[in-house]
């Protein structure tokens, strides 16, 4: 399994311990709530569904509103499935939930790692919040060092793009330094003045509090419809 299968894999077994949904729904919150999902495809996220049904973790049920009931025979296509996590599933999503390796403290499972916070423990919380500093901290001494060997060679533009870099691993650190602070002050961020350190950049930009990877801009809600 890729990494970035491995990370839409943890992100629909959690968004569905909250509720189970149907596929647009669940594409719709991948792409709205985690914004590093914004370019995910039904042709990848139905695979991934079925992979996680194949193995138990979640399984299939017929839609059971009026409104699924009427629409699929009067537009001559089947009812939708909704996904429902099995107890195995919720079971290995906190089995996921708790590692605490080298992957976590890659941006986007960081991302993915951290929109779930919520559901995770805080010594979890602070074992990639201080993996996750310590990756930067090396990425920006490397930087920094890079900066010093070829400054004199670059025109000012690609300088300016350097130095733009460094910056937004600088605001990422200090953002991870006040998240830190709050854990171990046993502070919730939802009762923090100004919004708290959830809403600070980072690293990657910000899809509403959640770090991510490229500046692009905030993904659009999709416009597609269920198949």
Same mark, same amino acid.
């Given at each position: 399994?890729?990494?970035?299968?491995?990370?839409?894999?943890?992100?629909?077994?959690?968004?569905?311990?909250?509720?189970?949904?149907? #596929?647009?729904?669940?594409?719709?919150?991948?792409?709205?709530?985690? #914004?590093?999902?914004? &370019?995910?495809?039904?042709? $990848?996220?139905?695979?991934?569904?079925? $992979?996680?049904?194949?193995?138990?973790?979640?399984?299939?049920?017929? #839609?059971?509103?009026?409104?699924?009931?009427?629409?699929?025979?009067?537009?001559?296509?089947?009812?939708?499935?909704?996904?429902?996590?099995?107890?195995?599933?919720?079971?290995?999503?906190?089995?996921?939930? &708790?590692?605490?390796?080298?992957?976590?403290?890659?941006?986007?499972?960081?991302?993915?790692?951290?929109?779930?916070?919520?559901?995770?423990?805080?010594?979890?919380?602070?074992?990639?919040?201080?993996?996750?500093?310590?990756?930067?901290?090396?990425?920006?001494?490397?930087?920094?060092?890079?900066?010093?060997?070829?400054?004199?060679?670059?025109?000012?533009?690609?300088?300016?793009?350097?130095?733009?870099?460094?910056?937004?691993?600088?605001?990422?650190?200090?953002?991870?330094?006040?998240?830190?602070?709050?854990?171990?002050?046993?502070?919730?961020?939802?009762?923090? &003045?100004?919004?708290?350190?959830?809403?600070?950049?980072?690293?990657? #930009?910000?899809?509403?509090?959640?770090?991510?990877?490229?500046?692009?801009?905030?993904?659009? $809600?999709?416009?597609? $419809?269920?198949?």
């Amino acid at each position: 399994m890729s990494r970035r299968s491995g990370i839409l894999e943890f992100a629909v077994l959690g968004l569905l311990r909250e509720a189970p949904m149907h #596929g647009y729904e669940l594409r719709k919150r991948l792409n709205t709530s985690l #914004g590093v999902f914004r &370019a995910f495809s039904y042709g $990848t996220l139905y695979p991934c569904l079925k $992979t996680l049904v194949a193995n138990g973790w979640l399984i299939e049920e017929p #839609g059971n509103t009026t409104e699924d009931a009427l629409a699929a025979p009067l537009a001559g296509r089947r009812a939708k499935i909704v996904y429902r996590l099995t107890a195995e599933g919720k079971e290995h999503f906190e089995q996921l939930l &708790a590692q605490t390796g080298p992957d976590a403290y890659e941006d986007e499972t960081f991302a993915a790692r951290f929109a779930f916070f919520g559901q995770t423990s805080r010594d979890v919380r602070m074992r990639v919040l201080e993996g996750r500093r310590s990756r930067l901290e090396e990425r920006l001494e490397k930087m920094r060092a890079s900066l010093a060997r070829t400054r004199e060679r670059l025109d000012d533009y690609t300088l300016e793009l350097q130095r733009h870099g460094m910056e937004s691993v600088e605001r990422e650190v200090r953002w991870l330094n006040e998240l830190i602070e709050s854990e171990r002050a046993g502070r919730d961020l939802k009762g923090s &003045a100004g919004g708290g350190p959830a809403q600070q950049d980072t690293t990657s #930009g910000a899809t509403g509090d959640l770090p991510r990877s490229g500046d692009a801009p905030r993904p659009d $809600t999709p416009g597609d $419809t269920a198949t």
